[in-house]
């Protein structure tokens, strides 16, 4: 796929608006810097959900395993494990990675496993057509709770944090500059690097204005300490209006699985020989 354009011509069904559009623009202006740095495209993966954030798979040309609901994180993990030398993307939904997907979303974190999880946070489901998610203000009137959900949503930042991500950021659709440095900065960072980004769905909940009116770019935050890390992400409760910080709220530089499980596992040589051994039984 190298020499070819990053955005593929598969046609885009995204509707106007979408914040979709911003994620894919920032991390095709930060794939293509990477490969001009001399990260090789073969060597990037890509792994999607279910959603109208997965199309990202069809509108890149780039590696890409288009998998089921809420389980980007055992695929990508299974694709690191193989094969190391890659770098491994997952672009999830939030419900995908919040709701179905939730335990594997901790467990990727706990393990720290070397990928990165871009989340497409735009607070509903949105290619099932506007039902609530784990993020979604209480009171959010959808198609599956036209009185007003009853829960108060998650607090993916928090989250991630206790179960150990060693990269915890948050961006915005809107706010394309920071989105690309932050995601720059989670492919690069050896872990599991998790972003939350705070993607407008302008068809089913167009929050932009809050957004425009709270978000602010984090400066002079003790990104090393995780008791600084986790008052920051409490700031903001994902319901009440409040001060909302973008940027890299935490980073942690800590063993990874994927070095743990070759180093005393399998061997890079001993993996070599099994594969060639499971071609040539092939043959
Ligand atoms: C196991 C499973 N459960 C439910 C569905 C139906 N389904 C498809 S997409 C989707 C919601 C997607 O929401 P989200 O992950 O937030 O992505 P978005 O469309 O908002 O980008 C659901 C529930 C499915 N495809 N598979
Ligand atoms: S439904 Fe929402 S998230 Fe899906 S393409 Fe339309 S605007 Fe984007
Ligand atoms: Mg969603």
């Given at each position: 796929m190298t020499g070819m354009p990053l955005i593929s011509d598969t046609q885009n069904t995204w509707c106007p608006g979408c914040g979709n559009f911003s994620i894919q623009h920032a991390l095709k202006a930060v794939l293509s810097t990477l490969e001009s740095e001399g990260i090789s495209r073969d060597?990037?993966?890509?792994?999607?959900?279910?959603?109208?954030?997965?199309?990202m798979a069809d509108y890149f040309n780039i590696n890409s395993f288009y998998c089921i609901h809420g389980r980007t994180i055992p695929v990508a993990t299974g694709i690191?494990?193989?094969n190391p030398d890659l770098t491994v993307i997952?672009?999830?939904?939030?419900?995908?990675?919040?709701?179905?997907?939730?335990?594997?979303?901790?467990?990727?974190?706990?393990?720290?496993?070397?990928?990165?999880?871009?989340?497409h946070n735009n607070r509903v489901y949105g290619l099932t057509t506007g039902q609530y998610t784990p993020t979604s203000p209480l009171g959010f009137r959808g198609r599956s709770t036209p009185a007003g959900t009853l829960e108060y949503p998650l607090n993916p930042l928090e989250m991630m944090l206790a179960t150990g991500a060693?990269?915890?950021?948050?961006?915005?659709?809107?706010k394309i500059d920071s989105l690309k440095s932050l995601i720059r900065e989670a492919i690069l960072h050896r872990g599991f690097?998790?972003?939350?980004v705070l993607q407008i769905c302008a068809t089913f909940f167009d929050v932009h204005d809050?957004?425009?009116q709270y978000v602010y770019e984090l400066r002079d935050h003790e990104s090393a300490s995780f008791d600084?890390?986790?008052?920051k992400a409490r700031e903001w409760d994902y319901n009440n209006k409040g001060p909302i910080a973008l940027g890299a709220f935490y980073r942690a530089k800590l063993p990874t699985f994927d070095q743990k499980v070759t180093a005393k596992i399998i061997s890079l040589e001993g993996?070599?020989?099994?594969?060639?051994?499971?071609?040539d039984e092939r043959r």
């Open positions: 060597t990037m993966v890509l792994v999607t959900g279910i959603g109208c954030h997965a199309k690191k494990i193989a997952c672009c999830a939904g939030d419900g995908d990675a919040y709701a179905e997907g939730l335990d594997h979303l901790i467990f990727g974190a706990k393990r720290n496993i070397d990928i990165t999880v871009i989340v060693t990269f915890v950021g948050r961006g915005y659709s809107r690097s998790f972003i939350d809050v957004y425009d600084r890390a986790m008052e993996r070599t020989a099994a594969i060639q051994r499971i071609l």
